[in-house]
């Protein structure tokens, strides 16, 4: 299986920027994976010429001791190659600094094989090799370790140097070329240079234009963190404030969008609606930093979090104490409720746009996702987009009135689905699970739920189901009315002070220990 880099070299400092060796970030954690497992190969290599030249190269007219001595070499060779890929590995190390050594590992390596190469070659034939397996080298490298041609051209005539070179230190020892040997060692030097560089260019080019194509207005994209049927959600940075972010790319052919008119007319109502979602100041609400259209896609920029989403928290660690979801739940309630105040709908709520975070010094800190979806609540007035051009919501969290359209979409709409993030919390299972998706909602729609005290052996006390199943009603005539109504009926209950922030963070120091 094949073995991600540790996590902290995932990171960045300013200092670090992608920008500082020519090539974005999440490319240059790459390439110091690639440079790795080329350290490794090669050491692979000077192990199996070793064995070669030790057991196998009987034609080899050696003086005495010279096959110790390769020997001796090649496991120095190997030692010193171990170190350094200990050193691609290491946290300690940014980037950066280890690229730069690889540029002179580069250099040490092409003067080794040279000397090697040309040495025992000149003992079993005597004379030197019109090329060694250096040229291979100064031409591949570029395309392991990408850098700007400038730089490439530096260190591949660094590199290159070593060819001639290599002849002049085996002279000192007394194995002397004809001047032939060292023309061709300088011509094919420079080829090799050219080569490199030529490569080097080309890849550049490539990754300038990949480096362009992830800018976002002042965002640089830098790694794909998940997506969905909406879109994708990439993590960024500001180019100038270095803070990092997440942006959301909304296709908008996902949400309605059908020509020119469409386009337009959906493009005011993502306007007007993430700025109705920056003024709100819930701390549970994800911060909005900034939104737009760039080549037809919508995009939001987001707060980065740390943490992971109601779905993974349960799938991972199994349903949570009564206690504990009503902490969630209470949080989750505060950021609708200033929502629905400002005459907005969420209409997703499900556990994968819930996400419990570290916040500052806060731990099991809830953040309400995809705001920037939202609708204004439906009235007789409301033009219908999503009734006319999609189904809005997940089908194992719609409520009857978004699966049949028979009345308007409000704030008990969101209600319900709470009823059903609940209802996962405390059981691990959803409300409905059928065979496919419309029957899950048809579900939804007239199947009277099981009381979930029913499908799990925790302990779900008979006021929490009681509040839940009242969420789950099929008229929303029957269910909380608001969220501030749905927020008292839960601190009402004796469990509600029971999670404190003491068993919050030993939970996630247990389970979720922070990387420093």
């Not at 490794?40 to 190269?57: E, N, P």
């Not at 309400?368 to 609708?375: I, T």
């Not at 499908?455 to 929490?464: A, H, I, K």
Request: proline content about 6%.
């Amino acid at each position: 299986m094949r073995q991600p880099l540790p996590t902290v070299l995932l990171r960045e400092t300013p200092a670090e920027s992608g920008r500082s060796f020519g090539i974005p970030a999440d490319l240059m954690v790459k390439a110091r994976g690639r440079l790795g497992k080329f350290v490794l190969f090669q050491a692979a290599l000077f192990a199996a010429v070793a064995i070669v030249v030790r057991f196998f190269a009987v034609d080899l007219e050696a003086p005495p001791g010279f096959r110790d001595t390769v020997s001796f070499l090649h496991l120095v060779a190997i030692a010193a190659h171990g170190v350094f890929y200990w050193v691609t590995r290491s946290p300690r190390f940014g980037h950066v600094t280890v690229l730069n050594l690889g540029l002179l590992y580069e250099v040490l390596l092409c003067l080794t094989i040279t000397v090697a190469d040309q040495w025992i070659n000149h003992l079993r034939v005597g004379f030197f090799m019109d090329m060694t397996f250096a040229s291979l080298i100064i031409v591949v490298y570029p395309l392991i370790v990408p850098t700007p041609p400038w730089r490439t051209f530096f260190s591949s005539l660094a590199a290159a140097a070593t060819i001639p070179g290599g002849l002049v230190i085996l002279g000192s020892i007394g194995m002397h070329g004809t001047a032939d040997d060292y023309l061709i060692a300088c011509i094919t030097g420079v080829i090799t240079v050219a080569v490199a560089v030529f490569g080097s260019v080309v890849i550049h080019g490539i990754h300038r234009a990949v480096e362009e194509a992830r800018q976002l207005g002042s965002y640089r994209l830098e790694k794909r963190l998940g997506h969905g049927g909406m879109g994708e959600v990439w993590q960024a940075r500001h180019e100038l404030l270095a803070r990092p972010a997440a942006i959301k790319l909304v296709r908008p052919e996902l949400i309605g969008a059908r020509g020119g008119e469409d386009v337009s007319r959906i493009l005011g109502r993502f306007e007007r609606e993430a700025q109705a979602t920056a003024m709100m100041r819930s701390p549970h609400t994800i911060a909005l930093y900034d939104f737009g259209i760039e080549d037809g896609t919508f995009y939001y920029v987001m707060e980065l979090l740390d943490g992971l989403d109601l779905d993974s928290l349960i799938r991972n660690h199994g349903p949570v104490p009564a206690e504990r979801a009503i902490h969630l739940l209470l949080q989750i309630c505060d950021s609708l409720g200033e929502a629905h105040e400002s005459n907005l709908i969420h209409r997703d709520i499900k556990p994968a746009n819930l996400y419990v975070c570290r916040y500052g010094r806060q731990v099991d800190f809830v953040k309400v996702l995809d705001f920037g979806l939202v609708k204004p609540a439906e009235t007789e007035e409301t033009e219908p987009l999503t009734r006319e051009q999609t189904v809005g919501g997940t089908p194992a969290f719609m409520a009857p009135e978004q699966v049949l359209g028979d009345r308007p979409v409000d704030p008990r709409t969101d209600i319900y689905t709470v009823g059903c993030v609940g209802y996962w919390l405390v059981t691990g299972k959803l409300v409905f699970e059928g065979a496919t998706a419309m029957e899950t909602m048809l579900h939804h729609a007239r199947t009277p739920p099981v009381p979930p005290s029913q499908r799990t052996e925790l302990d779900v006390s008979g006021d929490l189901e009681a509040i839940l199943m009242a969420c789950l009603r099929k008229d929303p005539v029957e269910r909380p009315q608001s969220a501030d109504a749905l927020a008292t009926m839960l601190a009402d209950h004796p469990a509600a002070a029971a999670w404190t922030p003491e068993l919050a963070k030993r939970w996630w120091d247990r389970h979720l220990p922070q990387v420093s």
